[in-house]
T-cell receptor, first 110, second 114 residues
Framework: AQSVSQHNHHVILSEAASLELGCNYS??????LFWYVQYPGQHLQLLLK??????LVKGIKGFEAEFIKSKFSFNLRKPSVQWSDTAEYFC????????FGKGTHLIIQP | DTGVSQDPRHKITKRGQNVTFRCDPI?????LYWYRQTLGQGPEFLTY????????KSRLLSDRFSAERPKGSFSTLEIQRTEQGDSAMYLC????????????FGQGTRLTVV
């Protein structure tokens, strides 16, 4: 069975700090991985995705993620966070992209 | 505006009543997905359609739940004999065939069963 797990459920950072949110996946077959973000009161939006090719994927708003096959990981990173990055972040994956992690609630303090 | 619209945005119902939600996807999208999200959890897959065909259903989808997409455009999700445990946000998403990660989500329908 496919599964995706996120390590950190709540993260609090100060502005300009670096961010790394962990995500591990567990399934075989075609690897489709993605990160979605949900800002307060808004719908889920795609941040970035990985299907194949360059394992370092760049997304919107300065986010990036690295697919490391040997570690079954797809961690999300941002070198310097802003207050506006406060949101819920969801990692997901699967053959049809049908499985989400439980999410990480990120709070950025001014 | 994502282009995926859901109606209603909020629904409060008494236990035992039936409810129906509607999702209008982006017009050219072949695939349509239903998810359920509860507080502190990620979206849980319920079912998805490719055009009018329902291709997969989660075990979470008990026989009280039914979804349709009769003409391959809008979809409805019906919950019969609602229970308090059905209280959640019901999300709809749509995508083009073969590219789930391009899925666009609606704002969701928040169901409260009292």
């Amino acid at each position: 069975a496919q599964s995706v797990s996120q390590h950190n459920h709540h993260v609090i950072l100060s502005e300009a700090a670096s961010l790394e949110l962990g995500c591990n996946y567990s399934y075989g077959g075609t690897v489709n991985l993605f990160w979605y973000v949900q800002y307060p009161g808004q719908h889920l939006q795609l941040l970035l995705k990985y299907f194949s090719g360059d394992p370092l994927v760049k997304g919107i708003k300065g986010f990036e993620a690295e697919f490391i096959k040997s570690k079954f990981s797809f961690n999300l990173r941002k070198p310097s966070v802003q207050w506006s990055d406060t949101a819920e972040y969801f990692c997901g994956g699967g053959a049809d992209g049908l499985t989400f992690g439980k999410g990480t609630h990120l709070i950025i303090q001014p | 505006d994502t282009g995926v619209s859901q109606d209603p945005r909020h629904k409060i119902t008494k236990r035992g009543q039936n409810v129906t939600f509607r999702c209008d996807p982006i017009s050219e999208h072949n695939r349509l997905y239903w998810y359920r999200q509860t507080l502190g959890q990620g979206p849980e897959f319920l079912t998805y359609f490719q055009n009018e065909a329902q291709l997969e259903k989660s075990r979470l989808l008990s026989d009280r739940f039914s979804a349709e997409r009769p003409k391959g455009s809008f979809s409805t999700l019906e919950i019969q004999r609602t229970e308090q445990g059905d209280s959640a946000m019901y999300l709809c998403a749509s995508s083009l065939l073969g590219s789930f990660t391009e899925a666009f989500f609606g704002q969701g329908t928040r169901l409260t069963v009292v």
